[in-house]
């Protein structure tokens, strides 16, 4: 696992880890972040579980262009729970 922050965000990337390991850090990290800062994650796959997680939290998910073989997600918070 990887973790940096850029201007646009905090980025993790979970590519490698076997489940339920990246759900785990991104649901850490969402946790961990000022509520203005959007998280991307970098995945080797749809993070299907991912989703309700993020939904109860209050967090939504939007994938993003990446290269092939990635999942790119931006991760913010619901504009209806903030």
């Known amino acids: 696992m990887k973790q940096w922050s850029e201007a646009d965000a905090e980025h993790i990337d979970v590519r490698g ?4 390991q990246p759900l785990i850090a991104i649901v850490r ?3 961990s972040v000022d509520d203005a ?3 991307v994650a970098h995945l080797d796959r749809d ?3 991912l989703y309700p997680e993020l939904a109860e939290r209050g ?3 939007r994938r993003m262009p990446a290269p092939s ?3 790119r997600l931006k991760l913010t918070r619901d ?3 903030a």
């Open 37 to 39: 800062r959007a998280v």
């Open 47 to 49: 993070p299907v579980m």
């Open 79 to 81: 504009a209806d729970s």
């Open 69 to 71: 073989g990635e999942v």
């Open 59 to 61: 967090w939504a998910a």
């Open 29 to 31: 990290l969402i946790e």
């Open 17 to 20: 880890l076997s489940p339920p």
